[in-house]
């Protein structure tokens, strides 16, 4: 079994910026993809970005330029640096870890407002 547990979210103005992580515990394999996810209020949830074990990354056409992922294979964590935040952005943050099957942690929320 594996758990995320994400932490770093928050209230942020506009033009801020937050970093959100995420810890994978459990029995995970060296070849996984992790990644962060958001779903607003009455929307589905959708891709923000996503790093592979290799450290390809891959990014939503909304938060290209102001977003990076990046990740600690030893420590099986990633991170999520979000610059020049808009309030588009508030969303609950999910992190996503692909490996064989699907994993999601708990959320995070992250509110961007004045």
């Known amino acids: 079994q594996v758990q995320l547990v994400e932490s770093g979210g928050g209230l942020v103005q506009p033009g801020g910026s937050l970093r959100l992580s995420c810890a994978a515990s459990?029995?995970?394999?060296?070849?996984?993809?992790m990644g962060w996810y958001r779903q607003a209020p009455g929307k589905q949830r959708d891709l923000v970005a996503t790093?592979?074990?290799?450290?390809?990354?891959n990014f939503a056409d909304s938060v290209k330029g102001r977003f990076t992922i990046s990740r600690d294979n030893a420590k099986n964590t990633v991170y999520l640096q979000m610059n020049s935040l808009k309030p588009e952005d508030t969303a609950v943050y999910y992190c996503?870890?692909?490996?064989?099957?699907?994993?999601w942690g708990q959320g995070t929320q992250v509110t961007v407002s004045s």
């Open positions: 459990g029995t995970i394999r060296a070849i996984n993809i």
């Open positions: 996503n870890l692909e490996s064989l099957r699907s994993y």
């Open positions: 790093i592979t074990n290799g450290g390809r990354t």
